[in-house]
């Protein structure tokens, strides 16, 4: 694969302040399945080491007393040597080189020298800002604009760099480095801590910055931007000229001199922001109390305290190697995991802060490792709820300081920085936080289990929402959480927050939502509100500039689709708060054990319709108790499910109708297993059909055929030539296995005679017995029950044994594998086994299913159903369920079907097997073996190659198919939809027809035969539905008994591929969506075009020219394009030549 790098890895920094904390950076994310980088390899110089000529002594010398300590402490202090070297190989990816440091240090030292020339200004009022240029506009919303204070510029009291890049924690790819410019004390007046003063005198110091340092030819780029897209904290970004700009962004914090403001001024519980200046009002309102504004004082005391957290970091940091590896590596993780980024997010430097924390407690030791560090600190937030028992690093408690309580009253999140003053997750809600802690969990459950690979799946592998979470639901038009604050009362909340209702508003409809699906989700998460840097020259953006919210949820499969609310009994004091909650949804009804309750039912009947029961419940309560109108939100939990929707009245998409197929299969064979006069009993009835392990895209639903549409011969019914094709019926194919006895005969042909003597008697009970319409065959005999056919097969175990009989020219008998009994065991034995194992993971994840009918349809959109087996499908999709690392199960066929793309297109499948450890019947020994054996054998090896337990080298479901050439083609067109998908889904204002990649390219094709719609019997299943379809000669029943046999398995276009690959096999590759496809594409294979020497034996399709003065064969293109329509007469309507490549 080329050299590649994405966005995974994430920069960071334990800055001097939680809002100089650095935001996660978009890092090298290696691919899936590979090593950390795969460039291409340099041709050796003469300069490169050459491996040493080593004699016998020294090979086999004993280890020096280093080396035995190094692998002590790999054994102690990492899993395996391989994660060690993974770790280290990551490390050296983003640390910061030498070279780069000393170019960073020379640009900071321009800087400083610039910073110190810019002119004093005159002392003006606040609000008369002429004298700043018009090419600089204040990066702050002035709102309301009247504030009191006077400001003049004085060049900087002092200059620090601050945060990771002193630290030596920072890591690749975006270097920032923070300065913390300190604000000269005579610029601030009394009561500057009040209404917005001291944040406007910031906004406005670093504007007279950005003014003069925007006209030197140092810089690549002067830009402003939110610290953390926090509204109250703009920042100045700096970037070099030329061809280092993307090396470093330099970033000023301007920040008060020390002591200027009275700490106990700020402590969470008072108030700085006045109602009647905020409210623009004259006068106070007499006797109101002012409410507490404890994230406005968190904002201002963040920047006082900026140097005293860089030296309480650098002292954790000094003779502690692990703990800079460490803080890179929890970085990464964060960063896979879109946590480090926006409004509340989990910085770097909090993370610094956190592991200093637990150095402090003694929960990490200076002796650790990167990856102990790494383990002790996800272990600790696992299991550590910092919403409900903060944290605090100061050391000595002052009793005049706020304690933990006085914090936890004001903020949703708390963790106290070492002054005592200072929550540093200030802005996090506690939703977010629940998120990390539900994520450190399952990356612990990881890295306890030897089955997965820890370090790929932890922090190489990225969790965007739309694959992480079941649901994703958007608000489309942010600007309604303005109405929110209205309907909920948060005008203190606003003050607080500099009037960004965004922020205000968030957390209370996260709890709203995380209360009103509390039985339903596990977590209730949203995307962190991000606002981009912005040219100086532009107003700063508004609050409403975040753009869309994301939404996630993550259900709990047992209760997600209840359409019961239980509430309260009527007479208990929580009825009336429930009935406020729930709203006029809210009634009473008596329940089956007397009670009286008040309860809410949602409006569903199908399967699919109570999956969506999420959505009535969010859109309902932000209706009722957000103000925010349905029209505003953008539910993309199921929008895939259209695809596999079979009833055009009712919406449902086939799980209905495979559970009644599954009842009818399991009274059919318990009357198999009880047909009396039978000379050998039924041992076992297993299925075989799909639509018996509920992954039939589209489900057999029950028909009785109409007579008139066919033509009628004595007790059989056929197709007739003037009416359109009829429906197609599958039949549902049933393995039979009889007992074994020794009358059986030994020999092969006489046993395929005793199983149609049984397939006659099968059929002739049923009907004496049953009444059941059987129409026997030699090799099968179809029933017609309940309106399905099912064909029952009969097996005898003994008989794929003998199939492997060979006599050799000695006269010796020998057994060995032949093609017939491959086969028959597959349809005997092995496709039984993986039907009942995957029914069993049906029952386990009841949205397996519907992923794999999703993954199906969506490969034979593809046109290349025929080139991949169902099997082989159902088991990738069951590796989703099974081997869900990162994520957890899917509890929605849509993640399912996004994860299913993913794994298509980044699996490693050159270098792994893909092991779906089915009943978990493979130890971890097993798979060691499995990938061992797979690297030895590899050239011998499907392409695709895929390990159950009762398959564990030999991937018999991918040995025959897909071709090298169309797992390239899969991986691309995943890859590819995949994308879209993701930009449709994540992007509520586009029109989201996710239909589009379920319509493929076809001018990628030679030619397309073009087919008559009347006669694809399964055109209803097409992707876009014909808008009028032909009838199709039956009729929805399942109580007919007494009938004429409809006719079975009959598709033309099936038929015609079927005759195509037989005659021009060697010339081209056909291509059809069995779903009701329109189209058959044909591509010429380039071999075949080229001229072969004139033989009389192999002139089919061929025609005979001159070439250098030789005769030579060329094949007769117009001839074959002729016989394509010949063949196809009544089916074929045309026949379309796209490309010229056949010209020679």
């Keep these: 694969m080329a050299n590649r790098t994405e966005p995974c890895c994430a920069v960071f920094s334990p800055q001097g302040s939680p809002e100089a904390a650095e935001e996660a950076e978009q890092g090298p994310e290696p691919r899936a399945g590979g090593a950390v980088r795969r460039g291409k390899r340099a041709a050796p110089t003469a300069a490169d080491p050459q491996p040493a000529k080593l004699s016998r002594a020294e090979l086999y010398k004993p280890p020096t007393s280093e080396e035995l300590t190094q692998l002590k402490e790999t054994e102690d202090l990492f899993h395996s040597s391989l994660l060690r070297l993974q770790i280290e190989e990551l490390l050296k990816e983003v640390t910061l080189k030498e070279t780069k440091k000393k170019k960073i240090d020379a640009f900071l030292h321009e800087i400083n020298n610039l910073l110190g020339a810019i002119p004093e200004t005159p002392e003006t009022e606040l609000t008369d800002q002429a004298w700043l240029s018009k090419d600089v506009k204040v990066p702050f919303l002035q709102v309301p604009f009247n504030v009191k204070g006077k400001f003049h510029f004085v060049p900087p009291a002092e200059l620090k760099v601050v945060g990771s890049y002193l630290l030596g924690t920072c890591i690749r790819p975006e270097i920032n480095v923070d300065i913390a410019v300190t604000m000269p004390r005579e610029i601030f007046q009394d009561k500057d801590n009040l209404n917005q003063r001291y944040h406007r005198k910031r906004a406005l110091y670093l504007s007279h910055i950005a003014q003069h340092l925007s006209k030197e030819k140092l810089f690549g780029s002067v830009k402003f931007a939110y610290m953390n ?37 700020f402590y969470p519980s008072k108030n700085n922001v006045r109602t009647a200046w905020f409210m623009e009002q004259s006068t106070p309102k007499e006797g109101a109390t002012e409410p507490p504004t404890p994230h406005y004082n968190n904002s201002i005391l963040c920047d006082t305290v900026m140097l005293s957290h860089l030296h309480f970091l650098s002292n954790a940091a000094t003779d502690f190697p692990g703990m800079k590896d460490g803080l890179a590596l929890l970085k990464v993780w964060l960063n896979q995991r879109q946590l480090s980024k926006g409004l509340g997010c989990f910085s770097g430097f909090l993370v610094s802060m956190l592991v200093a924390y637990l150095l402090m407690k003694r929960k990490i030791v200076k002796m650790m490792s990167g990856y102990q560090v790494l383990r002790s600190t996800l272990q600790f937030l696992a299991t550590t709820d910092l919403s409900v028992t903060g944290i605090s690093l100061a050391k000595d408690a002052d009793p005049s300081l706020p304690v933990l309580d006085d914090f936890h009253q004001a903020f949703e999140v708390v963790f106290v920085d070492p002054s005592g003053l200072v929550n540093l997750c200030a802005d996090m809600t506690a939703s977010k936080y629940h998120q990390v802690q539900f994520e450190a969990k399952c990356s612990m459950e990881i890295l306890d289990d030897r089955m997965v690979d820890g370090f790929q799946v932890l922090l190489m592998t990225p969790k965007p929402m739309l694959r992480t979470f079941d649901h994703i639901f ?30 205000a508003a968030l957390p209370f409809i996260v709890s709203l939502l995380a209360r009103g699906l509390s039985r339903r989700a596990q977590l209730v998460a ?37 359409t019961l609310e239980k509430g309260p009994q009527a007479d208990h004091p929580e009825a009336l708060e429930f009935r406020s909650f729930w709203g006029e949804k809210s009634e009473l009804r008596r329940f089956q054990d007397g009670s009286i309750c008040e309860a809410v039912v949602w409006e569903a009947s199908t399967v699919c319709q109570k999956r969506l029961i999420p959505e009535q419940i969010i859109r309902h309560l932000l209706k009722l108790h957000a103000d925010i109108p349905e029209s505003s939100l953008c539910y993309t939990g199921a929008l895939l499910e259209s695809v596999i929707r079979t009833g055009k009245e009712v919406w449902e998409t086939g799980e209905e109708a495979m559970v009644s197929v ?25 299925g075989v059909h799909p639509a018996l392990r509920y992954t039939d895209v589209f489900p057999p639903i029950p028909v009785k055929p109409i007579y008139s549409f066919h033509d009628r011969r004595k007790h059989l019914l056929l197709p007739s030539e003037e009416k359109p094709c009829p429906a197609y019926i599958t039949p549902l194919k049933i393995i039979c296995h009889m007992e074994g006895s020794g009358q059986w005969p030994q020999d092969k042909g006489a046993i395929k005679r005793i199983k149609a003597a049984f397939h006659l008697q099968l059929a002739e009970l049923l009907r004496q017995q049953h009444q059941l319409v059987c129409r026997p065959a030699v090799t099968h005999t179809d029933v017609y029950k309940d309106g399905y056919v099912f064909r029952l097969q009969v097996a005898y175990h003994r008989e794929p044994l003998i199939l492997k009989e060979v006599v050799t020219p000695e006269g010796m008998l020998k057994y060995q594998d032949t093609e017939e009994s491959r086969q028959l065991e597959l349809e005997t034995l092995h496709l039984p086994y993986l039907t009942s194992s995957l029914h069993g993971l049906q029952q386990q994840h009841p949205v397996f299913g519907s992923t794999s009918r999703l993954a199906k349809r969506w490969i034979s959109a593809q046109l290349l159903s025929d080139s991949i087996s169902e099997e082989c499908v159902d088991l990738l999709v069951a590796f989703l369920f099974l ?40 130890t971890d020994s097993d798979c060691a073996e499995i990938k061992n054996k797979f690297v030895a054998a590899r050239s011998r090896l499907p392409v695709m190659f895929l390990a159950t337990p009762k398959d564990q080298w030999s991937s018999m479901w991918t040995r025959e198919r897909p071709s090298a050439q169309i797992l390239q083609r899969l991986i691309l067109l995943a890859s590819e939809s995949h994308r879209a998908l993701e930009e449709l889904l994540m992007d509520p204002l586009s029109d989201q027809d996710v239909k589009m990649v379920f319509r493929p390219p076809l001018d990628f094709y030679d030619v397309l035969i073009h087919l008559n719609p009347n006669q694809i019997p399964r055109q209803l299943e097409s992707v ?43 010339l081209a590759l056909f291509f059809y969506d069995k779903h009701g496809g329109e189209v058959i594409a044909v591509l010429w294979k380039p071999l075949s075009f080229q001229p072969q020497p004139f033989k009389v034996s192999s002139m089919k399709g061929r025609k005979v020219t001159t ?35 056949w010209t020679i």
């Excluded at 064979?669 to 039924?682: A, D």
């Excluded at 409809?1046 to 195509?1060: A, I």
């Excluded at 007769?1116 to 309507?1133: H, P, Q, R, S, Y």
């Design 229 to 265: 897209s926090n509204h109250l904290k703009p920042i100045l970004l700096l970037r070099p000229q030329g061809k280092d700009e993307k090396m470093v962004a330099v970033r000023l914090h301007a920040c008060p001199s020390s002591g200027l403001f009275k700490p106990s001024r």
């Design 474 to 503: 958007h608000l489309k038009h942010v600007s309604k959480l303005q109405g929110t604050c209205k309907k909920m009362q948060l005008l203190n909340e606003l003050m607080d927050r500099g009037g960004n209702y965004v922020a």
């Design 526 to 562: 949203h995307s962190l509100p991000q606002t981009p840097e912005w040219p100086i020259d532009a107003e700063p953006p508004k609050h409403k500039d975040v753009g869309p919210l994301t939404f996630g949820l993550l259900f709990v499969p047992e209760f997600a689709a209840s």
């Design 662 to 686: 599954v009842c009818s299969y399991d009274d059919l064979s318990r009357k198999l297993w009880n047909l009396k006069e039978l000379p050998l009993t039924v041992t076992a009835v297993q």
């Design 883 to 922: 081997h869900p690392a990162p994520f957890i199960p899917p509890s929605s066929p849509q993640v399912g079907f996004l994860r299913f793309l993913n794994l298509l297109a980044t699996f490693d499948w050159k270098n792994n097997p893909l092991i779906v450890n089915l009943n978990t019947g493979l």
């Design 1024 to 1066: 876009d539905q014909p808008v009028k379809s032909a009838s199709r000669g039956v009729v929805k029943n399942s109580s007919a008994t007494n009938i004429l046999f409809p006719v079975v398995d009959y598709d033309p276009v099936q038929l015609y591929l079927q005759e195509l690959r037989d005659a021009f096999d060697d």
């Design 1107 to 1141: 070439l250098n003065n030789e005769l030579v064969c060329v094949p007769n293109v117009e001839a074959i394009l002729e016989d394509f329509e010949i063949l196809g007469e009544g089916l074929v309507k045309s026949v379309e030549a796209r490309t010229e490549k």
